[in-house]
């Protein structure tokens, strides 16, 4: 307050002082109160303190620039992603998924674990071949090549045995991979087709928010999430990052429904829908819709804090809020075995060197940072002693605050499962190296920090 207030004193002297300068006076003070706006409006909202202090960072550093920037990729919209699953209230994680973003504990009949991109695209389109009545598929990436000839092949197949088939993708992750010729192909074949927030300058675009989801869901009765996208380099049918390492998981049952309903509730902006209640086994299903709905980023807090043996991540970026990274050190301190696994040959280099940023913090306290040495992690998930998060989440603020996301929490023989993954990329590792932390360095990383929140 007393910089502001010093601002205002001087502009106001001199203005008396020297009438010459009223003009450039007049200038200044359009440019602060443009700045001052956007900066009350930015810690009015609600938010993690740290995207908070990213952005005020950017619209202090462009006075106008920032500002606009801020407004373009902010600007309020009418809340999208609302799911409503009215169910009988619940008590410990999956009460607070019921509270945070409307879903609920569901049964299934059984769970397939998937741990190469290739496993899930086969087992994803055959069953979409075989759909009866309906198919529901949201990627942030579709991308033209094999496998989308493939898909192509499967809603024809789909929609000739009477399935109602919807397909919804990101307008950013899906912008230049795929063409219109080839969404008119999706719609001549029976597709009804979407695009989530096409890229454009305009303002109710809402340029920063993303749908990141991977679902699909047959006929009520299977669903699919994880980290894979439709595109070639998925299966490693092309190789542009070295061997691409992914994973998912298929649930059979009525909890595919609760998939089903996060699906629609973008499509249609909202749902709302019963429990589904059969089942031998017991998942909670869950998902992000920003600004609305967030519920991921606290349910790894919970998780990591009631670890007493072991946290083992997966994940292609590494860009964790303050309270993670508290969680983090505090476990690896207690006793905790908690393991990263990262890319060895990333496919984005600025996000690699966020992420090492945020390793090298973190080294000290114990929490181990590996790379996969054949290639790139791309694989999503977090385990918890006995509890595995699979979904389309990365361990980095975007996830967190500014993406569409899904994702199912399971335990028993999923669990051994995605453990013994986790074991086998572990051997294919080497720890993660770190070079001498020296000025420029250090600079480097008060930098990428500062930004990270954003990116």
């Known amino acids: 307050m007393a910089l502001i207030a010093a601002q205002i004193a001087a ?28 900066a009350a409006v930015l810690f009015s909202r609600k938010g993690a303190a740290e995207v908070k202090c990213a952005w005020f960072v950017v619209i202090a550093a462009l006075p106008v620039a920032g500002a606009l920037i801020y407004m373009l990729a902010t ?19 999956a009460g607070a998924a019921a509270s945070a973003c409307g879903t609920a504990a569901a049964g ?81 074949a029976g597709a009804d087709v979407r695009v989530f927030r096409r890229i454009t300058p305009l303002p109710h675009a809402k340029l920063n928010i993303r749908d990141h989801r991977k679902i699909v869901a047959v ?13 070639d380099e998925y299966a ?13 998981v298929a649930i059979y049952g009525a909890a595919a429904k ?40 606290d349910a790894c807090v919970f998780a990591i804090n009631n670890a ?54 973190l080294s000290p306290y114990g929490v181990q940072f590996y790379e996969y040495t054949p290639g790139f992690m791309h694989a999503k998930s977090l385990i918890a002693d006995d509890k595995v998060f699979l979904g389309s989440y ?10 569409f996301e899904c994702g199912v929490m399971l335990d028993g023989a999923t669990v051994t499962e995605a453990e013994q993954d986790f074991e086998e990329c572990l051997a294919l590792s080497k720890p993660l190296e770190y070079k001498k932390n020296t000025l420029p360095r250090r600079f480097k990383r008060t930098l990428l920090t500062l930004v990270a929140p954003l990116i």
């Not at 899930?120 to 009545?133: M, N, Q, T, W």
């Not at 490693?236 to 998912?248: C, Q, R």
């Not at 990365?394 to 993406?403: A, I």
């Open 11 to 38: 502009i106001i002297f001199l203005c008396f002082y020297l009438p010459s300068f009223l003009p450039l006076a007049a200038v200044v003070a359009l440019v602060w109160l443009l700045s001052a706006t956007s």
């Open 75 to 93: 600007v309020k919209k009418k809340p999208c992603g609302i799911l409503k699953v009215n169910a009988v209230a619940e008590s410990g994680l």
């Open 108 to 188: 299934y009949d059984h769970a397939v674990y998937f741990k190469s991109g290739a496993e899930f695209l086969k087992r994803v389109l055959s069953e979409i071949e075989g759909a009866k009545d309906s198919v529901y598929i949201e990627f942030f990436i579709i991308s033209r090549g094999h496998i989308f000839s493939a898909l192509l092949s499967a809603v024809k197949r789909a929609t000739a045995n009477g399935a109602q088939v919807k397909i919804l993708i990101d307008g950013l992750g899906s912008a230049f991979k795929i063409k219109k010729r080839d969404l008119k192909a999706l719609k001549d």
């Open 219 to 231: 006929d009520g009765k299977v669903a699919f999430t994880g980290g894979v996208n439709l595109a």
């Open 236 to 248: 490693n049918i092309t190789s542009p990052h070295g061997h691409w390492k992914d994973n998912g």
């Open 258 to 297: 609760i998939f089903e309903g996060m699906f629609l509730s973008v499509w249609h902006g909202s749902y709302e829908m019963p429990a589904p209640e059969d089942g031998k086994y017991r998942c909670l299903p869950f998902y992000d819709s920003p600004p609305a709905k967030s519920f991921y980023e």
């Open 308 to 361: 007493s043996q072991r946290v083992h991540i997966f994940t292609p970026y590494f860009c964790v809020s303050g309270k993670i990274s508290s969680a983090l050190q505090t476990a690896a301190r207690r006793g905790v075995d908690v393991k990263v696994i990262l890319p060895h040959i990333p496919d984005k280099k600025f996000a690699f060197a966020i992420t090492k940023t945020y390793a090298y913090e």
């Open 394 to 403: 990365n361990f980095d603020y975007r996830s967190s605050h500014f993406n």
